[in-house]
């Protein structure tokens, strides 16, 4: 086939610069200095140089572009050819070619035989929007022999020596042929007029007084298959065509056969089996009755072959019952016997599709074929039919795969035939309901090419019906379907998608270590060409791949896991993200304060881990196909723990933090402010986080231990419902009252105040306060004890110079 310009496109997308007004070099990033033809449609947005030129032994170089140029700067020298070429320049015409048929027959002399003109596109369906005309011409120069006729008239349109033209309308034209007496053969040829069409067709058929006639004429059949077929003795009385009654009994005659469409055998002969046993090609017995006898008929290949039986013994010299050879007219003389042809038209039984490798996984069992996306082969081979099976679609099975081909359906003389490969619109095999994809690659194949289709890929996962049909009918007949499930077909890779985080209320763009945070996140399931692939939540859990998370640090890449936790809450198989691929997840996310203890729980300042010094990521930590996973923007992963981990393109940000309460002082009679502020580490050193204003207190919930004087007439108390956020990480509202019953009696008191923050009230103290404002990730190593509450000494009397008060029961006054 001749290629097309829009078969191929070429683009350049470097910007060169103009030329230099005075110079005849032309910079250019598309350029062809060699004798080729090159034929494509070129576009760029830079400069292109067709240039033509000499070699060292004088040997002209000439560069052809057949299509079309559009360029910034364009060079052509005068030994360059471009030639306007394509379906936008010059649509292509359409090739048709021409079909006759019958191609051969034997009719009666006084029987019309009806010759069919069909003009049919390249790939074989019916050029049904054509109209025009068929120049038939004969070997007969005499006239008077024989005549065309309209299809629905008796009335002669031309003799047979004359030129005729035939009318195609919709694709098909139509006359009949008829003998006036004539005994012999007429060699009809045809050609279109004012076509592309340059094929010309041919018709041999023989005139007879007598014949064998076929029912059904053409005989139809599948390649091996045995169908059945009538034979009839027929001849001419009255001027119409009658079975000849008096032909009976056993006839032993001769079986010939013509390979018309390929001129091949193929595989073997065309075989009929009427009284005999076994199959026969060359002679065999048939048993009339009234002219009438049945017989089997099998060929085991494809295309039209042209089947003659002859009665040798029934001729002019040998007599025949068909009638008295002494009633024979003169002209009869030149008829040596009774025979009759018919034409076989064989097509394949169906075809087999068969994959390179072992394809029956499904969405729930059996072996992975190939990742969704990537290229897989498939051979289809039409066959012949296997005794006693189903003639319906049928689903290609190993045995059929190794099953006998109709080799004539390759052959270039063989009657035409495109293959097409397609996935029904419906859904995929599995999982049920799934989505159908997009099968993509060369679906069609012409039927003289190896029907080997190498660059096929689906776009989707799971198993799907593939099915191989001839793409218009072969011969008027159609051809079975054939199918394959095929599969598994599995992602290429998962992809974490874009991910954020919403912090606590009140933490500007921050959590604290060990404090539980939300992270929106997405992993989507892909194919090899980055399209989402919509069935693999579809598939039975087990034949789902499964991502586990990992923290870790950054350039060092040590993991972070052992602190790390995501469904911090209940550690489950929540954790799971099979059965939610392509959706929203939230999850909540928590990466622990570093412990140098358990017990008591005892931790340590470190980060604060962000992008610059963390990583936070997914890894396949099971899976049953082969497949890997990556971010939207690299596929490199990082080698933490032996695992590889792609990383989320955001990172969190989080601190270690604290809750402080300073020591206050006052006089023994009035409340005093403890100051409160919430810390951070920042890396140094501990500073007040002045991005939180979310941390909360809550005033009744305290311990306390008196420490002067230390029995309960240390009445000291803190001030009630003082319950709020910190404000850019600092407090004033909490107070220290010295709640004296008697404000006269003159009375020192020092108390530290726990306020309770973490899970279990501070260890020696004897508090029994189990309420609490939890945030334990604000907890501190205050005491050596372990991370607990904040706390803060207050000290009631406590005055300035001369301002001092005597207590009652001072020591060392006189």
């Not at 070429?85 to 006084?110: K, M, Q, R, W």
């Not at 051809?479 to 919403?502: D, V």
């Not at 105040?753 to 990730?777: H, M, T």
Request: proline share 6%; with cysteine.
């Amino acid at each position: 086939m001749k290629p097309r310009p829009e078969q191929l496109f070429i683009f350049g997308v470097n910007n060169d610069p103009d030329p230099s007004a005075n110079s005849d070099q032309l910079q250019s990033s598309i350029s062809s200095n060699t004798t080729a033809e090159i034929v494509a449609y070129i576009y760029s947005s830079g400069n292109i140089n067709l240039s033509a030129t000499y070699t060292t032994q004088n040997e002209k170089i000439r560069p052809t572009l057949r299509g079309a140029v559009t360029a910034k700067n364009l060079r052509l020298d005068s030994e360059t050819n471009l030639a306007g070429d394509g379906a936008c320049l010059t649509p292509p015409e359409d090739n048709y070619i021409l079909e006759i048929e019958p191609e051969t027959a034997f009719s009666l002399t006084c029987d019309y035989l009806p010759v069919t003109f069909r003009v049919k596109k390249e790939d074989g369906t019916l050029a049904d929007t054509y109209s025009g005309a068929v120049s038939v011409t004969t070997n007969i120069t005499a006239s008077g022999k024989a005549s065309w006729f309209p299809i629905d008239s008796d009335t002669p349109y031309k003799d047979v020596s004359e030129e005729t033209s035939v009318n195609i309308v919709n694709g098909i034209g139509q006359l009949r042929l008829k003998s006036h007496d004539y005994i012999g053969n007429i060699a009809v040829t045809g050609q279109l007029d004012n076509s592309p069409s340059t094929n010309i067709v041919k018709g041999n058929y023989t005139f007879v007084p007598f014949k064998f006639g076929f029912e059904p004429s053409p005989v139809k059949v599948i390649a091996g298959k045995p169908t059945a077929v009538k034979i009839k003795a027929l001849a001419c009385e009255n001027d119409e065509a009658t079975v000849a009654a008096g032909y009976s009994g056993n006839k032993l005659l001769s079986i010939s056969s013509a390979f018309l469409q390929p001129s091949t055998k193929g595989n073997g002969d065309l075989e009929l089996k009427a009284l005999s046993s076994d199959w026969q090609n060359q002679q065999e017995t048939f048993s009339f009755l009234n002219g009438v006898a049945e017989f089997s008929l099998r060929y085991p290949d494809a295309g039209i072959v042209d089947l003659k039986l002859a009665d040798p013994k029934c001729s002019t010299s040998n007599g025949c019952d068909i009638l008295p050879s002494d009633t024979l007219p003169k002209s009869f003389a030149d008829w040596t016997q009774l025979e009759g042809s018919v034409e076989v038209h064989a097509r394949p039984w169906t075809f087999a599709v068969c994959p390179d490798k072992q394809s029956d996984g499904t969405s729930s069992s059996g072996d992975g074929f190939v990742a969704a996306g990537d290229p897989f082969k498939v051979v289809v081979k039409p066959l012949v039919w296997l005794d006693g099976s189903e003639i319906d679609p049928i689903q290609t099975t190993d045995e059929l795969c190794s099953a006998q081909t109709t080799q004539n359906f390759f052959k270039s003389d063989a009657p035409i035939a495109d293959v097409e490969l397609s996935i029904p619109n419906t859904a995929s095999v599995t999982p049920v309901n799934g989505k159908p994809g997009e099968l993509q690659g060369i679906t069609v194949k012409e039927h003289t090419e190896t029907l080997t289709y190498a660059d096929l890929s689906w776009s989707e996962v799971g198993s799907v019906r593939l099915q191989a049909d001839a793409k218009a009918p072969y011969l008027a007949m159609t051809i079975n379907q054939g199918y394959r499930h095929l599969g598994r077909f599995y992602p290429k890779f998962l992809e974490l998608q874009l991910n954020s985080f919403t912090y606590p209320d009140g933490h500007n763009e921050f959590a604290y270590l060990s404090q539980p945070f939300n992270a929106d996140l997405m992993i989507k399931a892909k194919n090899a060409l980055g399209g989402q692939v919509e069935n693999y939540n579809g598939f039975v859990s087990d034949f789902q791949a499964e991502v586990s998370l990992m923290a870790y640090e950054y350039p060092s890449l040590n993991s972070l896991n052992d602190r790390f936790s995501y469904h911090h809450i209940t550690r489950s198989t929540e954790q799971s993200f099979k059965g939610r691929w392509n959706s929203d997840i939230e999850q909540v996310w928590l990466l622990e304060r570093k412990s140098v203890t358990k017990t008591p729980l005892t931790t340590v300042e470190d980060g604060p881990w962000n992008a610059s010094n963390s990583r936070w990521g997914g890894y396949i930590s099971s899976y049953h196909d082969p497949i890997f996973i990556r971010n939207t923007t690299t596929d490199v992963t990082d080698d933490v723990d032996s695992k590889q981990v792609a990383h989320f393109e955001t990172t969190p940000n989080l601190h270690y933090g604290r809750m402080v309460l300073s020591d206050a002082i006052s006089m023994f009679d009035k409340p005093v402010t403890i100051p409160l502020k919430i810390e951070h580490w920042n890396g140094t050193e501990f500073v007040t986080h002045g991005d939180d204003s979310g941390s909360k207190y809550n005033s009744n919930y305290f311990c306390k231990v008196a420490l002067h004087p230390t029995g309960a007439e240390n009445e000291s108390i803190l001030t009630a419902n003082k319950i709020d956020n910190v404000t850019l990480g600092k407090s004033d509202k909490i107070e220290a009252h010295p709640n004296l019953s008697k404000p006269d009696d003159y009375k020192k008191q020092q108390t530290r105040f726990w306020l309770r923050i973490a899970n279990d009230a501070p260890v020696d103290i004897g508090c029994s306060q189990d309420n609490k404002e939890y945030q334990p990730w604000l907890t501190y190593n205050w005491r050596e004890l372990g991370d607990e509450d904040p706390s803060a000494v207050v000290t009631f009397g406590v005055y300035r110079g001369n301002d001092r008060i005597v207590y009652r029961g001072e020591k060392g006054l006189n």
